[in-house]
């Protein structure tokens, strides 16, 4: 097959285990992001397969209408970024893995360490450092404060955790049957969403983004947190009603953000990365090598299942009629 992989920002994929799948295929590989319509339109006129790396581009029926080769769409995970009933119209196969029971360990990972760079003050230390300063201010620490998990999912579940291990008190605020599961695992909930966003210290966001929730984090939620609490965003940023974050950060409540998701990605000039009191991060929490191997092996395994003639992980099964 024709196979286009889009949005291969170091040219990775090349370098990994699983690319020896793709082998005695024509693969072409683009490393910078284009989101221009007629850029994408000539870049993929030929393509067959098209792997997505997430969410970077953006596939919509004005695009799609334009890709009369085009067959498969192979990625991993959620898909708000693809089109699927224009794909089905226009008999292209969406297939992508949902991992059930597998948590991106690489975003709990970096999500624990957004926290202790913003509790400590990390990058703001080293920046003085560097610039000659010998100490700038005092951190805080962890243990004995209240880590708050909005969303108890796979990620979220493993924060929790994490929390757990550095003695935080832990509370979970979630839907109902997230949070029965919660309180099976041990961990306390919280009486309502106002006394969660007030109790804690740390307030960490593992929510999927679909229509029930965006912008479910609300200006009033965030006017409720400590003048001292941290919140952490690497979920998506549509979760938080738009522009709330940065006027809260601006009034002193919360006092603190750690985020790595952003309403338009590549992120520039956005006033959050223009603030003392944020630290950023370019959406890498799922960017490891052993993150990346067990996504593409799946994406690949599932080109194989299509040329197969025996696709799997559809999510738009009504094409294959």
């Not at 590989?29 to 989101?35: K, L, S, T």
């Not at 210290?201 to 200006?219: E, K, M, N, W």
């Not at 690949?300 to 738009?316: E, H, S």
Request: net charge negative; charged share 20%.
């Amino acid at each position: 097959m024709k196979i286009t992989i889009l949005d291969d920002y170091f040219d990775t994929l090349r370098t990994l285990p699983c690319f020896e799948k793709l082998k005695g295929h024509h693969v072409d590989v683009w490393n910078d992001h284009v989101q221009e319509i007629d850029a994408l339109a000539e870049r993929l006129k030929d393509t067959e397969a098209l792997v997505l790396i997430r969410e970077r581009t953006q596939i919509r029926a004005p695009l799609l209408d334009r890709l009369s080769n085009l067959k498969l769409i192979s990625q991993r995970s959620v898909y708000p970024h693809i089109d699927v009933d224009a794909c089905t119209r226009r008999g292209v196969i969406v297939s992508s893995s949902q991992h059930p029971g597998t948590p991106s360990y690489a975003a709990a990972e970096l999500t624990w360490g957004l926290i202790l760079a913003a509790m400590r003050r990390i990058p703001q230390q080293m920046a003085a450092l560097k610039a000659g300063t010998w100490q700038t201010d005092v951190g805080s620490t962890l243990r004995e404060k209240t880590l708050g998990i909005y969303g108890y999912g796979r990620i979220g579940r493993a924060v929790a955790g994490y929390g757990k291990a550095f003695g935080m008190n832990v509370i979970i605020w979630a839907r109902e049957p997230s949070l029965v599961q919660a309180q099976s695992d041990g961990y306390a909930v919280a009486p309502n969403k106002k006394e969660f966003f007030e109790q804690c210290d740390v307030l960490s966001l593992h929510l999927r983004l679909v229509p029930a929730t965006r912008g479910i984090v609300t200006a009033a939620d965030l006017a409720r947190m400590k003048p001292s609490a941290l919140i952490v965003n690497t979920s998506r940023a549509p979760l938080i009603e738009p522009g709330a974050l940065v006027d809260a950060l601006k009034a002193g409540r919360p006092g603190m953000a750690a985020v790595d998701v952003y309403e338009q990605e590549p992120a520039r000039d956005h006033p959050l990365l223009e603030m003392e009191n944020v630290i950023c991060t370019p959406h890498i929490g799922y960017v490891t090598r052993e993150e990346y191997e067990l996504q593409f092996a799946e994406i690949f395994d599932q080109i194989a299942a299509y040329c197969l003639g025996n696709p799997i992980n559809v999510v738009n099964p009504e094409v294959l009629t």
